[in-house]
């Protein structure tokens, strides 16, 4: 009885039909690569991840494509998945949404399931890119901005000087609020909180700035990625 049910469980592998999922899976995987680098907001290691897709998603229908052709190889992947452990934390639910959707491609392409794939795979990531676009419409970036300069034996910063750099920030940014201010002699640091429209104003700001003050160095932080107090 047993001998039956794995003879009927046993299929024969294609390798053309390996080959065309495994050269589809790379499209897509190119395809989840620049979608993620475009519109990911992983502030950390995003080129790092993007690349790990490609790996996850060809694997994926490696093994699938393997295991669907013998029922004995099946039984041994789920007790072998049983004592697999995975001890790299995801910080992000984005990440895992991305890893997820590579899997999910993979078992696609692996189960030889090309045309709803294909479909569903761009289309979901497409979704997404709508998502992201509309919501960075919406919303502003808030910031934290530090600006310093420090320089041995120089005399500090005029009120004039403070006041053009305030003036420069209001005429870059939609709110330009100053939360400390730190003068002293040969060194100069101040902190914003910012209300921008896109990252483009942040490009402008540092260019108009750095003309009239090279000395100066800028650090940017997002307030959204703070952990709540």
């Known amino acids: 009885m047993l001998e039956q049910i794995l003879a009927t469980g046993n299929q024969d592998l ?3 039909t390996l080959v065309v999922n495994m050269g589809i899976g790379v499209i897509l995987s190119l395809m989840l690569m620049f979608h993620f680098r475009r519109f990911g907001s992983i502030l950390n290691n995003r080129d790092t991840l993007a690349q790990v897709f490609p790996f996850i998603l060809l694997t994926t229908i490696l093994i699938i494509t393997v295991v669907k ?3 004995a190889l099946s039984l041994g992947l789920v007790g072998a998945l049983s004592i697999v ?4 934390p995801i910080k992000e639910p984005e990440e895992l949404a991305y890893l997820f959707l590579s899997i999910a491609i993979g078992l ?3 189960a030889n399931q090309v045309v709803a794939t294909v479909i ?3 289309s979901i990531l497409i979704v997404m890119s709508i998502f992201k676009w509309s919501r960075s419409k919406k919303e502003n970036k808030h910031l934290y901005l530090t600006i310093d300069w420090r320089e041995e ?3 500090t910063m005029e009120p004039k000087d403070i006041d053009r750099l305030n003036q420069l920030l209001a005429q870059n940014s939609l709110v330009s609020d100053l939360r400390r201010l730190d003068v002293r002699i040969g060194s100069f640091e101040a902190t914003y909180l910012l209300d921008v ?3 483009e104003n942040l490009s402008e700001l540092i260019k108009e700035t750095k003309k009239e003050y090279p000395q100066l160095g800028f650090t940017f ?3 959204n990625s703070l952990p709540p107090v």
């Open 14 to 16: 294609s390798i053309i």
């Open 69 to 71: 052709s013998s029922l």
């Open 85 to 88: 452990r995975f001890r790299t």
């Open 108 to 110: 696609g392409l692996g």
């Open 120 to 122: 569903a795979g761009p």
């Open 153 to 155: 034996g120089a005399s």
């Open 197 to 199: 429209a896109s990252t």
């Open 221 to 223: 932080l997002d307030q």
